[in-house]
């Protein structure tokens, strides 16, 4: 679940849809992970570094530090009012946080959340917005992430079964895509696993349309890695993470955002950073972007766990 979407449950339905076993649905399919004899985060981050050395590479290459941002939805349970909020944020900041992406504003303004970010030297360069019902919508939409200094806006989650909604969501995407870009932002378009499931009939699936359709001028797109690895595990292919190296290269658009979020080998679930069978390490090298979110939908002990522990992973995986 990504602010408040149900992406499993998207995924199971359209499984579902297509007569998959339910044995196969989601959780089931992990067994099939771990059969597959992929590494862990952790042992995936030594092996590439001593494969980068062995290439004659000198130094391998690690993820900036100032390029490491959070989905603050991941601290969702922790955040609770203005007081908790006040608190969850004081502790990224001493974690080395200095970007967030933003789910919702937590009973300020765009201006008073901005001045607090700020005390604590942090910046929310990204927020998940859906997409606007009204032409006033979205120029509150925009207007709020241009005064809190944001370079990207993006849209969480859409699904549907039929073909036309996502035809008429990327032609509305786009439109709100010039209207961003007017006001110096970058609009985007976040992933979870239905969009490659789902069959809007013969075979053509959500994001083939999307793809197909989103203008790569103005719309980009913020690739959450978890979802795309449980995505190619549901669709039975033999390597995930090249399943989703072949997503990241093979898209039109821009991959400009990553949603760094690790896979449980054993259950499927969402897992902190370097303890699942995701090889980050791997899709990294395949693939720079301009910011690696730390995301984890539920967290294996405490959301500010997660948090400390995404940071602490990314900031010493070479690759």
Known sequence: MCFGYDGEAALRRSLVEKGAPRRHVLRGAAA??????????????????????????????????????????????????????????QRLAQYGYEKVELAGYY???????????????????????????????LSTKLENAAILGQQYVVVPYLNSA???????????????????????????????????????GGGVTPWEILTERLDPRLVHLEVDLYWVFT?????????????????????????RQFHVKDRDGATGDM????????????????????????ENDTPDVSPLTSAAVGHLYLDHLDY
């Not at 494969?51 to 490491?68: E, F, L, N, T």
């Not at 897992?271 to 730390?294: C, K, N, Q």
Request: cysteine-free; hydrophobic content about 40%.
């Open 32 to 89: 099939g992970v771990a059969a597959l004899g992929l590494t862990s985060g952790l042992a995936s981050e030594a092996g590439a570094a001593t494969v980068a050395q062995g290439r004659g590479r000198s130094r391998p290459r690690s993820v900036p530090h100032d390029k490491i941002s959070i989905q603050l939805y991941t601290l969702r349970a922790a955040l609770g009012g203005q007081p908790g909020f006040d608190v969850v944020l």
């Open 107 to 137: 009973g300020r303004t765009a201006t008073e959340l901005r001045r607090f970010l700020r005390g604590l030297g942090i910046r929310a360069t990204s927020s998940h917005d859906g997409i606007s019902t009204t032409p006033a919508a």
């Open 162 to 200: 039929v073909r036309a909604d996502w035809e008429q969501w990327a032609d509305q995407m786009n439109a709100e895509a010039r209207q961003a870009k007017r006001w110096g932002l970058r609009y985007g378009y976040h992933n979870h696993a239905h969009e490659f499931t789902t069959d809007l």
């Open 231 to 255: 995505a190619g595990v549901n669709l039975g292919v033999a390597d995930p993470d090249r399943f989703a190296i072949d997503v990241v290269r093979r898209a039109p658009q821009r991959v």
């Open 271 to 294: 897992a902190d950073l370097g303890t699942g069978v995701v090889d980050f390490a791997r899709i990294f090298r395949s693939h720079t972007v301009e910011e690696y979110i730390v």
